[in-house]
């Protein structure tokens, strides 16, 4: 079955007006879906109180996903208790847990026919382990009815318990964006700590070795190339299999603006390097976020023969 998504979901009218008239270079256009699939797909996640980091964080692949059935599911509420920089998803003070959100991304996972299905969250301060029992429950849920589809998790910060308590569960993938170099953490990242990310990527590879991990970056927010080459170099350290790297691109006029537009050249090139230092899967390029093309990502690094 083939969904697709066309229209800018969760824009208001003063965003579109800000994203149609910022200056920007020609190599960086908007795939918008089908209004067909659009409707289509929101009726399944609105039908199960679900939401999606594709429309939260008005990600610009959006039309693309929707278009080939796929998503990233956003759970514990679509309000995260931090603010950062660059992120377009609402903040504020959180719902409750929903309890049924776990069977319900499951059964999105069986109406989508998904193969493989990308898990994150908002990032839940307010929750004794930041949220850890939702991503297990919603896992074990997904595997409960979806038995042949892999599971990569993105996780926020947590404690050192809670990423054991969750990484022993075993997902074909683990995942935690390190977003951009520690210089600019003040700025787009005020609430972080560049060591608390790398540490977390490292306890996971450490504890359970056969995990595939992942992380990504975004350019174009005022790092230096000398900046980026450390950065990968750090998260090559920590055993990172996988490497993201994309463009920021500002979601409305209240994140952080754009420095700079990277060349799809200059992307070709740190994809390259990133091979260079001997990560197993390397993805760069203007419109690349950490979900982008996922299944293809995990498919090349792992050891198990999963079916096409």
């Known amino acids: 079955m083939d969904f697709g998504f066309g229209i800018c979901l969760g ?30 797909m929101k009726s399944i996640f609105r039908g199960l109180s679900l939401h999606t980091v594709c429309e939260e964080a008005k990600c610009p692949n959006i039309g693309e996903c929707f278009d080939r059935g796929t998503a990233t599911f956003l759970i514990l509420g ?12 609402k903040k504020g003070k959180p719902s409750q847990v ?10 999105a996972t069986r109406q989508l026919r998904l193969s493989h299905v990308v898990v994150t969250s908002v990032t839940r301060d ?38 054991k308590r969750v990484a022993v569960t075993y997902p074909e993938v683990i ?15 005020p609430r972080y700590n560049y060591m608390d990310s790398l540490k977390l990527l490292n306890y996971v590879k450490k504890i359970t070795p056969s995990t595939i991990t992942k992380s990504g970056f975004m350019l174009g927010l005022g790092e230096t ?19 993201t790297i994309g463009q920021y691109l500002r979601p409305t006029g209240r ?44 498919l ?4 198990k023969p999963y079916e096409a």
């Open 11 to 40: 824009f208001s009218a003063s965003d579109l007006e800000f994203i149609f008239y910022m200056p920007i270079p020609n190599w960086i256009r908007h795939h918008f879906p089908k209004p067909e699939t659009l409707v289509q």
């Open 78 to 89: 679509d309000i995260c208790t931090r603010n950062c920089g660059f992120c377009g998803v």
């Open 98 to 107: 929903d309890k049924e959100e776990p069977k319900h991304v499951a059964q």
């Open 126 to 163: 307010d929750l004794t382990d930041g949220g850890a029992s939702q991503f297990i429950a919603t896992t074990n849920e997904i595997r409960k009815i979806n038995p042949r589809t892999t599971v990569e998790l993105l996780l926020p910060i947590l404690d050192l318990q809670s990423i």
């Open 175 to 189: 995942s935690h964006n390190i977003e951009t170099v520690p210089s600019l953490y003040p700025q787009v990242r």
């Open 225 to 243: 190339v000398d900046e980026v080459l450390s950065l990968m170099e750090d998260l090559k350290e920590q055993g990172v299999d996988i490497l």
């Open 255 to 298: 994140q952080l603006p754009v420095v700079d537009y990277i060349h799809p050249d200059q992307f070709m090139q740190y994809e390259e390097i990133g091979y260079s230092f001997g990560f197993r899967y390397v993805v760069a390029g203007p419109y690349v976020r950490s979900s982008y093309k996922a299944r293809e990502a995990m």
């Open 300 to 303: 090349k690094c792992s050891a």
